[in-house]
């Protein structure tokens, strides 16, 4: 089953993190009832897999400046048909950043699930993020088509580019359990 070890993931997850119960349920019942979840156009929605970068010195974590949201957000995008969570949210960090990156821990960091506005010919629809914690090899990014800016923020300063709930949220776990 193509979705085994993202559940497996989802059950450790789940035992770490209890007070999140609700999206927990409902990303695992998602994951398990939907055979497509991992193609983009599954519109009930899809999995993505996200990266919490943080530099060499673990002190500053990487922002893109999305084009089509328009928000200051961590890497992250489409599996494309990748069951493998990990490896899209490391991919999905290099493809935008051009950074060499690492796995910190194997363990899921965070996940959320968030509504994707309608966009041309693509309906409304939820993105149910997986994000893991990796490690940029250097500093020097490049910005990819997909951004109108890359930034190193501060991890203790992150308000400064973002209130999104959910990063902050992985900044507390980043800065309780990961390190």
Known sequence: MHRRNLLERLYQYRDAYADESATIHRFIDFVDNEPRCFERDCWEGHVTG??????????????????????????????????????????????????????????????????IPARKADPAHFHFDVRFAIQALDDEFIVSAESMALAWATISDLEQYTTEMSILRMRNKWLTTFR
């Open 50 to 115: 996200s990266a919490w970068v943080v530099n060499p010195a673990q002190d500053s974590l990487l922002l893109t400046h999305h084009k089509k949201l328009n928000m200051w957000l961590q890497l992250g995008g489409h599996s494309d048909g990748d069951a493998d969570t990990q490896v899209v949210a490391l991919r999905e960090a290099t493809e935008e950043s051009g950074l060499r990156v690492e796995l910190i821990k194997d363990s899921i960091l965070d996940i959320d699930i968030h509504e």
